[in-house]
DNA sequence: CTGAACTCGGATGATTGTTGTCCGAGTTCT
DNA sequence: AGAACTCGGACAACAATCATCCGAGTTCAG
């Protein structure tokens, strides 16, 4: 299983933009994470297609969060980045073959798709109960406090 | 987020050897399915390295369960075929950048990979929760008892 | 009102992983 | 001893991801 290597960008542009008072232009988030700024440009869209972050134009412009990053969880920004589509997707096997199932058995998903979709809801009740405000405060605790006060400064203007 | 392929036929063919009594070839158990028999083989070698089936050569040989399907889990079984990476990869961010953490602050994961991972851990339980077994009983309850039993009487040498 | 600079947005190519296939080594039964 | 059947690993084709560039739109300053 392989998930989509931007999640991990946009989830820390997610918390970094918790924590700006104003727009952030997308070289800035790439100057401050180290990553390359086309790229994370293309990432960016797809939060803002899903409705998680605003963008602005012009001159100041930049990205910003739409709601309080406590009503934003890490379910959202994953399945506006990696996609919505399952992880496992089941082909029918069941009605191929010289055993195969008639259609009209296979009304309701098999056995097998019933487990791997029910681990798969597992997987999104968890990301769904942690908030981009949970993350922020947890790395406030690993940092003995500093990490976000010195993230608000660097937002703030300061060029390094 | 995307799940091999394979996975899926990897948890065919172990349900369909829980209910064998002798070895199944592998050009079997591709026939059976409706899927490409030289592919089958390559998912079903990832079976026999990790030790949930063992293969038996010369005339009358195929594969075979190495132990109950009671005993067999369907998180053993994608492993086995995707692989044990996690699908959250952190590639530790946070020490890059203008605001880069010391590597003396990062012994421990961040949060972001925190959370990822517990969640990937739910989603590990519910699939360690379920066995072959399970999934053998809860056919029989979709078709009423009767896929179980013509399964077996394919298997003991049927020729259609 | 005009101009210019800065921003995002979608369209375009390279690279890695997965999918699918083939032939050779080994083993078993005749 | 022979022959047929089995698995096992090595070899291409496809797709999706990763990465990049240039154009459209907007905002602020003059």
Redesign the pocket.
């Known amino acids: 299983m392989?998930l989509?290597?931007?999640v991990e960008w946009g989830l820390h542009c997610c918390l970094s933009l918790s924590q700006a008072r104003a727009?952030?232009?997308?070289?800035?988030?790439a100057e401050l994470h180290g990553?390359?700024?086309?790229?994370?440009?293309?990432h960016?869209?797809a939060l803002?297609?899903a409705g998680l972050v605003r963008?602005?134009?012009?001159?100041?412009?930049?990205?910003a969060l739409t709601r309080d990053a406590a009503e934003i969880s890490l379910l959202d920004v994953v399945r506006a980045i990696?996609?919505e589509a399952p992880a496992f997707r089941c082909t029918e096997i069941r009605q191929r073959g010289p055993l195969a199932a008639p259609p009209s058995a296979c009304v309701r998903p098999c056995a097998i798709a019933r487990a791997m979709l029910a681990a798969e809801d597992a997987w999104r009740t968890a990301l769904a109960d942690v908030s981009i405000a949970d993350l922020a405060q947890d790395v406030q605790g690993d940092t003995a406090g500093a990490a976000m006060p010195r993230l608000r400064a660097w937002l703030g203007g300061a060029t390094a």
């Not at 727009?23 to 988030?29: F, N």
């Not at 990553?35 to 293309?42: E, R």
């Not at 963008?55 to 990205?63: E, I, L, M, V």
Request: glycine share 18%; proline share 9%; charged share 20%.
């Open positions: 392989k989509s290597g931007g727009p952030v232009p997308a070289a800035r988030l990553v390359s700024p086309t790229y994370l440009a293309k960016l869209q803002a297609r963008s602005t134009q012009g001159k100041d412009g930049g990205y990696d996609g």
